[in-house]
């Protein structure tokens, strides 16, 4: 009988034991392979947005990709031109009308047009052609302005339909692209006459890239395209306000 329980407590102490062993090894494996995911996961999150960015571009292919980059570079060198050119030429308005009537009541014609002179923009210039009218007649004056207007808008308004042509241009290029890539992911699947999703993942991944930057092109062309339009119209309303403003105060010089 004493024998009976001595193998049955043996027996238990070996069970424990086993169990215990189980348990380590299960514990050691689980973090040997946590250890592995995160390590594997790591590069991942090591990724920037720039270098996710550079990562899925080089994935698209350097074709339509390179189209599409050439027309952000374009898009993005006359955007920023026009920016810095129709930011030199804003005019405090009031100031300078101010100056020319100031100018007009203590030395006349002369020291008006030396004021438009001394001062940059679409607005002084037009002051100065007015005034350089202004001995003959008001309508002479007013002729001058409007038409040195239009010319002046169109100083205003150079190259703005470039702009307008890349915003186009860049997604029907991904577009394009798209449909290329899909057309060459249905000629595999033709060529290995059967159906398997590693064959056109990749076709279908580069078509899908195609569409995204050149999407991502259109928009952020949109948005310096909306800036410059905003800009031109806002220069153009006080262009029109200090003509009419240069022609009231020269028929009180007149008079």
Not at 139 to 149: N, W
Request: overall charge negative; some cysteine.
């Amino acid at each position: 009988m004493k024998r009976l329980f001595s193998i049955l407590a043996i027996t238990c102490l070996m069970a424990i034991g086993t169990v215990n062993a189980n348990a380590t090894t299960l514990t050691t494996a689980t973090a040997t392979i946590t250890t592995t995911l995160a390590q594997d996961d790591a590069p991942a999150e090591e990724l920037g947005f720039h270098q996710v960015l550079k990562k899925r571009f080089i994935e698209g292919g350097p074709g339509f990709m390179g189209i599409v980059l050439l027309c952000l570079i374009l898009g993005l060198a006359i955007a920023i031109e026009r920016i810095i050119f129709l930011n030199l030429s804003t005019t405090n308005t009031k100031k300078l009308t101010q100056n020319v009537e100031d100018a007009l009541n203590s030395g006349g014609i002369e020291a008006a047009k030396e004021v438009c002179r001394n001062t940059k923009g679409p607005v002084a210039s037009i002051f100065y052609q007015g005034l350089d009218r202004a001995d003959e007649d008001i309508d002479a004056a007013e002729k001058a302005v409007v038409a040195y207007g239009g010319v002046q808008m169109g100083q205003l308004e150079k190259n703005v339909s470039w702009i307008s042509l890349f915003i186009a241009l860049a997604p029907m290029l991904g577009f394009m692209g798209t449909v290329i890539g899909m057309i060459k992911a249905f000629d595999k699947i033709e060529a290995a006459g059967d159906m398997q999703p590693s064959l056109v993942a990749g076709g279908i991944k580069v078509a899908l890239l195609t569409t995204v930057f050149g999407l991502i092109v259109a928009i952020v062309l949109q948005i310096f395209y909306n800036y410059i339009i905003a800009k031109i119209d806002s220069i153009v309303n006080d262009m029109e306000d200090a003509s009419i403003t240069l022609m009231d105060l020269l028929v009180r010089h007149k008079k």
